[in-house]
């Protein structure tokens, strides 16, 4: 069982279209240059579908402290055109895409990355009526990180972002998700 009052410092909601300069500027520390996703292309996601965020925001502060993104679509397959094109949102859809997931260096080590993923993925498979995946493409380092947020490693991905070999891992989401989690 998850102790959420680790969490009580923080607000997490969908974000704000002032808020996105704040996302671009974390996702260039959180990422590599060739790995993080264009400005442009978080502007368009967060204006498009700001439903697409979830944010962890620093009471204290009222800033940032990390982010996760994701489009829904009816696609099994991760491509990359989902980190650029948010038009590729379909709300009906019953996958999740996970584009991002980006915690500053300073929060980290709490669990935040961790918080942010199981409140994202749990509350989309809440709001569906049918079974559906949540994935995502990481690097092999990132292999066991995942999986123990319930994600089943696929192997490599079809992906090429940013010129990267990438495993693609998923996790059951949508109506009895824990039964369904293999």
């Known amino acids: 069982?998850?102790?959420?009052?680790?969490?009580?410092?923080?607000?997490?909601?969908?974000?704000?279209?002032?808020?996105?300069?704040?996302?671009?500027?974390?996702?260039?520390?959180?990422?590599?240059?060739?790995?993080?996703?264009p400005e442009a292309d978080i502007f368009e996601r967060v204006e498009k579908v700001p439903e697409s965020f979830l944010t962890a925001v620093d009471q204290q502060s009222g800033r940032l402290a990390g982010f996760i993104s994701g489009l829904r679509t009816m696609e099994t397959a991760f491509r990359d055109q989902f980190f650029s094109d948010a038009d590729l949102h379909d709300p009906e859809g019953v996958n999740l895409m996970l584009i991002g997931?980006?915690?500053?260096?300073?929060?980290?080590?709490?669990?935040?990355?961790?918080?942010?993923?199981?409140?994202?993925?749990?509350?989309a498979g809440a709001r569906q009526k049918a079974r559906g995946w949540a994935i995502l493409t990481c690097h092999e380092e990132l292999v066991p990180f995942y999986k123990k947020m319930g994600?089943?490693?696929?192997?490599?991905?079809?992906?090429?972002?940013?010129?990267?070999?990438?495993?693609e891992m998923r996790r059951s989401i949508g109506p009895d998700e824990a039964q369904n989690r293999r």
């Open 1 to 37: 069982m998850r102790d959420n009052r680790l969490f009580d410092d923080f607000d997490f909601r969908s974000i704000y279209p002032d808020e996105r300069e704040q996302a671009a500027a974390i996702e260039q520390i959180c990422f590599l240059p060739h790995e993080a996703c």
């Open 101 to 123: 997931l980006a915690v500053l260096p300073e929060y980290r080590g709490r669990g935040l990355a961790g918080e942010l993923m199981e409140r994202f993925v749990s509350g």
């Open 151 to 167: 994600f089943t490693d696929l192997g490599l991905s079809a992906s090429a972002w940013g010129n990267e070999a990438w495993h």
